[in-house]
């Protein structure tokens, strides 16, 4: 048999089990060699979390450790992917590359450049549909349009028969090389002292999945909006990195579906289930409409007034604007480097509505704290909760007050991260208007920095005379 060489490709693939890259590589090849490129555009990205960084770095080395366990190798080089690659390819005698798709702006400008400098060096290119269930050019309206709302998008993706997780390889051959390293994070300029509510890596990622898939899933329904509960899956990170694949957490929830033992638990499933609908929507409304990454999916709000008060900003950020549900979910990110998604609404409906700051400095701060911040689903959250994206209910405002009540009644979460309010009364931390000034000094803990129902009029006004002016112009 012709010695036939691949490299394999690693971006947010960094697992063995259910890769398509690294499967076929390995089925059509006799020698595969994994590669890993610490790209400084990503690393040196003001927008980049540290603790992305450090769960990328642990990830990277322990899927070094899978490949030596199975006979092979994996690289680490820093640099920029086209040089990396096609000097590499040239070193080992590659004839071809594989990787994994990608939908996010700078990936597919990235994979479009290796791939017409691979091409010019006679390096054959397979870029494989990973990333999604179905390409995101595979479903479309009847004629033949993206869809632009999810319920639609849903009802079509949902009922499509979804691809088998790919086997891993049981041995891989690579060729002769120098392994490299990925740099300490200090050398970086990332470093990470932090603590996360998730391990990195694949074993993590699938000891985290069977743990959802064991209790958890069939609780979520009724659990996953409780911030005082572990109700949610904590998948963010591993699906966002790639140590788990979409295409195995798919058919575990549906086994799971057939599993359960009563309609409750069915239903729990589905929930879950159309939470990775959501994710697969945001990736394909940010592979159709590309400029969502830098403004306004509906672009008339590109001349939406928000106000620029830098201060309340700031203390949105500490976790200091007097409502105590949105100061401990702020604290909760600020610490952990993750949030409760439900508070993650919580807060940019505080941010937008009430503070009327631009969700793009929202945006912001959140891909630079979360470890699990993924460009499409924190863009399609940030839109969707300032009114400016695809939702077809452009006004919902959260009030804090009423989700302190219905979703911590009692006050677990907003104590176990305001610790210097555990004294506190409960209906004062719940309901701001009950928390009285007294009381507030006593603690320690500031006023509210803005009232919620002069500020929601405030941004609804706004709304209206920006809607106006919208149905002159088109008049």
């Given at each position: 048999m012709t010695d036939r060489i691949a490299l394999v490709w690693h971006r947010r693939d960094l697992r063995v089990h259910d890769n398509p890259a690294l499967n076929r590589a390995a089925v059509e090849n006799t020698r595969v060699l994994g590669v890993f490129v610490v790209d400084p555009a990503i690393i040196d990205d003001p927008d980049t979390a540290p603790a992305r960084v450090y769960y990328l770095r642990e990830s990277v080395l322990e899927l070094q450790r899978s490949y030596a366990e199975r006979g092979g190798l994996l690289v680490v080089r820093l640099g920029e992917p086209a040089a990396v690659l096609a000097e590499l390819a040239t070193a080992v005698g590659a004839t071809a590359v594989h990787f994994?798709?990608?939908v996010e702006p700078y990936a597919r400008e990235r994979d479009a450049r290796v791939g017409a400098v691979l091409t010019a060096r006679r390096v054959a290119v397979h870029a494989h549909p990973e990333i999604l269930l179905h390409p995101a050019d595979a479903v479309r309206t009847q004629?033949?349009?993206?869809?632009?709302?999810?319920?639609?998008?849903?009802?079509?993706?949902?009922?499509?028969?979804k691809p088998k997780p790919f086997a891993a390889p049981e041995r891989l051959q690579s060729p002769a090389c120098d392994p490299g390293h990925f740099p300490e994070l200090a050398a970086l300029g990332r470093p990470f002292a932090g603590a996360l509510l998730v391990r990195p890596g694949e074993r993590a990622a699938r000891e985290q999945l069977d743990a959802?898939?064991?209790?958890?899933?069939?609780?979520?329904?009724?659990?996953?909006?409780?911030?005082?509960?572990?109700?949610?899956?904590?998948?963010?990170?591993?699906?966002?990195f790639g140590t788990v694949g979409i295409r195995e957490v798919w058919l575990r929830t549906q086994q799971a579906w057939k599993a359960a033992t009563s309609d409750e638990a069915r239903a729990s499933v589905a929930v879950y289930q159309q939470e990775l609908g959501w994710r697969e929507f945001y990736k394909y409304v940010l592979y159709h409409f590309p400029y969502v990454a830098e403004g306004p999916f509906r672009r008339e709000f590109e001349r939406f007034q928000w106000d620029d008060d830098?201060?309340?900003?700031?203390?949105?950020?500490?976790?200091?604007?007097?409502?105590?549900?949105?100061?401990?979910?702020?604290?909760?990110?600020?610490?952990?480097?993750?949030?409760?998604?439900?508070?993650?609404?919580?807060?940019a409906s505080f941010l937008t509505k009430d503070l009327l700051i631009d969700y793009r400095r929202g945006e912001r701060y959140f891909m630079q704290k979360l470890v699990d911040g993924d460009l499409s689903?924190?863009?399609?959250?940030?839109?969707w909760?300032?009114?400016?994206?695809?939702?077809?209910?452009?006004?919902?405002?959260?009030?804090?007050?009423?989700?302190?009540?219905?979703?911590?009644?009692?006050?677990?979460?907003?104590?176990?991260?305001?610790?210097?309010?555990?004294?506190?009364?409960?209906?004062?931390?719940?309901?701001?208007?009950?928390?009285?000034?007294?009381?507030?000094?006593?603690?320690?803990?500031?006023?509210?920095?803005?009232?919620?129902?002069?500020?929601?009029?405030?941004?609804?006004?706004?709304?209206?005379?920006?809607k106006d002016a919208q149905s002159a112009d088109s008049s």
């Open positions: 994994n798709d990608d004629q033949g349009q993206p869809y632009t709302v999810f319920t639609p998008f849903w009802r079509n993706w949902s009922v499509k028969p959802v898939i064991a209790g958890i899933l069939y609780r979520y329904g009724g659990e996953r909006d409780l911030p005082a509960v572990a109700g949610t899956s904590q998948m963010g990170a591993h699906l966002k830098e201060e309340r900003f700031e203390r949105w950020c500490r976790g200091e604007t007097g409502y105590p549900l949105v100061d401990a979910a702020m604290r909760q990110l600020n610490t952990v480097s993750w949030m409760h998604n439900r508070l993650r609404m919580v807060v689903a924190n863009n399609g959250g940030w839109q909760a300032a009114s400016v994206g695809t939702d077809p209910k452009p006004l919902r405002i959260f009030n804090p007050s009423t989700q302190a009540e219905r979703y911590d009644p009692e006050a677990r979460y907003i104590r176990l991260w305001l610790p210097e309010l555990a004294p506190a009364d409960t209906r004062a931390l719940l309901k701001v208007e009950r928390f009285t000034p007294l009381e507030r000094s006593r603690y320690g803990y500031p006023p509210p920095l803005v009232d919620h129902a002069r500020q929601q009029q405030r941004f609804k006004e706004r709304y209206r005379t920006l």
